[in-house]
């Protein structure tokens, strides 16, 4: 009954490659969201949706971008992978702000090689 | 920089303890989120609270929101294998809720 689903669960590439994760809900949330969770740092924004085609950074954007042109999609692409962005990657997806609770994907663990 | 300590980083107890996590902050938020995250998962919302000094509680689980509203504990009485996991606390900063390093937790049989 998984109303959020990332894609692909894991994946291994090479440093420079761009590298495209995907986010998908069935849920009709407006709000989207991409984490990275490293140890020692917890879990870090990168990009978050407030609608279609409404985008805005988190704290540690650079090196990402990401895209929306659905509701229920939300891409994470690393323009040209480093070591430095091997991690796991957490789409979140809620209903509203303050007082919403998250909804987690399983997340994506990508190793740069 | 939204900072948020959580204590202790890990904790190991045996099956039947209690146990009380910690999550502070230098600055007041409004309201202030628990979750709690299993190995290869992702996290999954424990509870939210917004009032200073507000109580809540989910089964062997209490939550407490200070009073001042910078801090938050979670208490776990009589703790099981099954709480083994990751507890995160997230603020909330207007547009996205910033999260805490976490507190480990490992309960023995």
């Known amino acids: 009954d998984a109303g959020i689903t990332q894609s692909p669960r894991h994946k291994v590439t090479e440093t420079g490659t761009p590298v495209t994760l995907r986010c998908h809900q069935t849920e009709n949330h407006r709000y989207m969201y991409w984490y990275r969770q490293d140890p020692g740092h917890g879990l870090r924004l990168i990009h978050y949706?407030?609608?279609?085609?409404?985008?805005d950074k988190g704290e540690v954007s650079d090196g990402y971008s990401v895209s929306r042109s659905k509701t229920e999609d939300f891409l994470l692409t690393l323009e040209s992978a480093t070591s430095s962005q091997t991690s796991v990657y957490f789409c979140a997806i809620s209903a509203g702000t303050v007082n919403y609770g998250y909804t987690f994907g399983s997340g994506t663990r990508l190793t740069v090689v | 920089t939204q900072l948020l300590e959580q204590s202790p980083q890990f904790l190991s107890i045996q099956e039947g303890e209690n146990l009380t996590v910690y999550c502070n902050s230098s600055s007041v938020f409004s309201s202030l989120q628990w979750y709690r995250q299993e190995p290869g998962e992702g996290p999954v919302l424990l509870v939210t609270v917004v009032t200073g000094g507000e109580v809540k509680k989910l089964k062997r689980l209490t939550f407490q929101f200070g009073d001042a509203r910078k801090d938050s504990s979670l208490h776990i009485t009589a703790a099981q294998p099954g709480d083994t996991g990751l507890y995160l606390c997230?603020?909330?900063?207007?547009?996205?809720?910033?999260f805490g390093t976490g507190t480990s937790l490992t309960v023995i049989p």
């Open positions: 949706s407030y609608g279609v085609k409404d985008t």
């Open positions: 997230a603020r909330d900063t207007g547009n996205q809720f910033y």
